[in-house]
């Protein structure tokens, strides 16, 4: 049950209703109950470990208010060692001996979240939870717990301890953020991946345009898969009186990688900042060094914490290689800072698109990496695959070849039919065209403001409103003839 499905719809009525009428004190153990059974609905023989990592997290923060140190180290080595367990034990497998344990549906997430509650709390930054239950639902909640965004203790845990009745006008607000969401699951993330998914697994019977083209699909694929996601986890909070943090701010409108990646799953690269780099650049490591050095460069930090995060991802090398270019995007960036000076906030306008530009062809170069990794093990492919993709991005740039392959792409996908092949791009036009219209409105017209507020200050926002509405249910359709749903969503398996 996707949080694109027409059953969520149905779970969520019945929750809201439930849930905004129940008196206050039943109303946490009634939410969790809920996310229990999505889950359940979602990966049933992964429920009792995703409870057993709440019960963990739970007895490790009590512990910590006796034995503060000893608890929070074991509570993070052992947070970290259950998720490696479950994120890599598949390199072990063989035919006849280790068989893979599947990995369960966003352990990632809500590991991070248990890892910062401990951490905030032997800090002070938030309260140790005494109840298990508001505990288990800051990790558990079913708006969040397959792909995020990983929130913090000390922002949601105080809104479980408050009263939650219906409020019209978060429903509507909720309502905005939940149609911006789904248009941009269903309507683009899900009908981009026709060409991505026809063209990536083939990509040596295609061209250069072709194959840049489906590189470009994918890394808007991605995009408005991911932001779509933390829309409508963020519009299920709204609807149940929760704020939940924002994931996505306009990255593909950023000048810089600093700035990209203060807008690209924030909640991601937030806590990396928060809870790996920090606390690696203030490390003293003169005992280590004999006292020649008291903290090691900032850069070698950078670099280290982009190669977490690119193995983070996955444990095959084109993760490790996505990594590795963000880090080195990252550390050139500081390097011709250095070298050349700080840029110029109010630089002109055409030397401000040619940076974004710039930032957007590397980052989808970045993406081929990125697509190659996550192929299916059914059709797998190699970092090889990634580099011989690059490759033959400059071959074959024959306009009649395109045109062919352009076509074929979406007739070997979707219907047999020139017409629907015509129908599909026109729609693919209109959809990438209204959605960064209003990626485009909210970086420039609305300086990044959260999105529901900024749909509902456009001057034509009943037009927009419909649009998303109609594009949506199409994008529903067109699916029908062909089109495979993302299920979860593309990184609920992280």
């Known amino acids: 049950m996707s949080l694109q499905s027409f059953g969520f719809f149905g779970f969520l009525l019945v929750v809201a209703a439930v849930y905004l009428h129940l008196p206050q004190r039943w109303q946490n153990g009634f939410l969790l109950g809920a996310s229990w059974v999505f889950y359940a609905l979602a990966m049933p023989t ?49 035919d006849g001996g280790w068989q893979a344990v599947a990995m369960p549906l ?27 239950i508001d505990c288990a639902l800051f990790l558990n909640f079913f708006a969040t717990v397959t792909q995020g965004p990983i929130c913090r203790a000390g922002a949601l845990m105080p809104q479980f301890k408050t009263e939650h009745r219906f409020d019209a006008a978060r429903a509507v607000q909720a309502l905005r953020l939940l149609a911006l969401g789904l248009f941009k699951l269903v309507a683009v993330s899900d009908v981009l991946g026709l060409v991505v998914d ?14 840049v083209l489906a590189a470009v699909f994918y890394t808007f694929q991605l995009y408005f898969n991911f932001s779509g996601y933390s829309e409508v986890a963020r519009a299920v909070g709204l609807l149940l009186g929760l704020e939940l943090p924002e994931n996505f701010k306009t990255p593909f409108f950023a000048t810089n990688f600093s700035g990209f990646w203060s807008r690209w799953h924030i909640s ?5 900042q928060d809870y790996l780099f920090m606390p690696l650049a203030w490390a003293d490591v003169s005992g280590v060094t004999g006292g020649r050095l008291t903290r090691l460069p900032a ?53 401000l698109w040619a940076k974004r530009a710039a930032v957007f062809v590397l980052w989808c170069i970045s993406m081929v990496f990125f697509r190659v990794g996550s192929s299916p093990a059914a059709a ?28 074929a792409a979406a007739y070997n996908g979707f219907y047999a039919n020139a017409i629907m092949v015509a129908a599909y791009y026109a729609f693919l036009v209109l959809v990438l065209a209204l959605a960064f219209y209003l990626d485009y409105r909210r970086a420039f017209g609305f300086k990044n403001k959260p999105a529901e507020l900024c749909l509902a200050a456009e001057k034509h926002r009943w037009a927009v409103y419909y649009a998303l509405v109609v594009a949506l249910l199409i994008g529903y359709i067109m699916q029908s003839g062909g089109f495979g749903s993302s299920g979860f969503g593309m990184y609920a398996g992280f």
């Open 380 to 407: 797998p492919l190699t970092v090889g695959d990634a580099f011989t993709y690059l490759g033959h991005c400059f071959l074959s740039w024959a306009p009649a070849r395109f045109v062919s392959e352009l076509y």
């Open 46 to 94: 992964m429920l009792p470990v995703t409870i057993a990592i709440a019960v963990f997290t739970y007895l490790c923060g009590r512990c910590m208010a006796t034995h503060k140190t000893a608890a929070l180290r074991m509570g993070v080595v052992g947070l970290l060692a259950i998720l490696a367990f479950f994120k890599y034990n598949g390199a072990f497998a063989s």
């Open 268 to 272: 991601f690269s937030s806590w990396l």
């Open 106 to 132: 966003g352990i990632s997430f809500y590991s991070f979240a248990a890892i910062s509650y401990l951490i905030d709390a032997a800090r002070g930054d938030c309260e140790i939870e005494t109840n298990f």
């Open 198 to 211: 026809e063209v990536f697994p083939n990509y040596r019977s295609y061209g250069g345009p072709m194959l």
């Open 299 to 351: 850069e070698f930090f950078v670099f280290t914490v982009f190669f977490i995060s690119g193995f983070w991802h996955g444990n095959t090398l084109p993760f490790v290689v996505w990594g590795l270019l963000q880090a080195l995007y990252r550390l050139g960036e500081e390097l011709m800072h250095r070298r050349f000076g700080k840029p110029k906030k109010k630089a002109p306008a055409r030397v």
